[in-house]
């Protein structure tokens, strides 16, 4: 049997991605209005830094497939509001925590208002940091109402072993005909101090009948 996955350039994209999140996550974060991280309560800092990793990783899957496979009709939600404002699209959200996707729009035939919809979904995310197995697996069981090309769950790591999740959601995983991912991230209250971020994560992917880790942080306990 063998021990690892021979590992695609869309394996490696997320990868770097996920990789480079400290930043990407940090600057989002401080860009944020109202008052700087330093200043907010521990509640709201790691509410803060948990919707700043959504818009990072959703902005981050739809510039990637943007510039590969030259299509500017990709888009991401929670929505890039630059692009959001130029184009008069209304939804922040769209079905799953993160949903990246190929837009089209037509003219409606009485009003002649520009109605944008999604033909082809790319990229479908949900994420779960309870420790509650059954909430995770409800989540996890939206993926497999979805279609799109690449699903990635979201899971908690550092206070218990991921091997429980990942024996227990691959009862869910043989269901999926999607390139399917299970990340796991350590709780956003453990990542900020001293003015940087320290995001711990290990990456495993779902190949016909079992979990390969593909790559993973620095130790994260």
Not at 28 to 47: C, F, P, V, Y
Not at 98 to 105: D, K, P, Q, T
Not at 177 to 183: G, K
Not at 192 to 203: N, Q, T
């Amino acid at each position: 049997m063998k021990d690892k996955l021979q590992l695609s350039g869309y394996d490696n994209a997320l990868i770097h991605i996920i990789k480079n999140a400290e930043d990407g996550v940090l600057k989002i974060a401080k860009s944020q209005k109202g008052k700087n991280l330093d200043e907010l309560t521990d509640q709201w800092r790691h509410r803060r830094l948990s919707q700043s990793w959504v818009k990072y990783l959703a902005h981050e899957l739809e510039k990637y497939f943007r510039k590969n496979f030259h299509n500017n009709n990709i888009f991401a939600f929670p929505s890039n509001f630059d692009l959001k404002k130029e184009l008069g699209i209304k939804q922040s959200e769209f079905l799953f925590d993160i949903s990246v996707g190929e837009y089209y729009s037509f003219k409606s035939s009485e009003k002649k208002k520009t109605i944008w919809f999604q033909s082809q979904p790319i990229w479908q995310i949900e994420s779960e940091f309870s420790n509650n197995m059954r909430e995770i697996a409800i989540d996890f069981s939206k993926l497999l109402a979805g279609s799109a090309t690449f699903q990635m769950m979201v899971g908690p790591a550092g206070d218990t072993d991921e091997t429980p999740y990942l024996t227990d959601m691959a009862q869910l995983a043989v269901h999926c005909d999607s390139e399917l991912y299970f990340l796991f991230l350590t709780h956003p209250s453990k990542w900020y101090g001293d003015g940087k971020l320290s995001i711990k994560w290990k990456l495993y992917k779902w190949s016909w009948t079992r979990w390969y880790k593909i790559r993973e942080s620095n130790k994260i306990n």
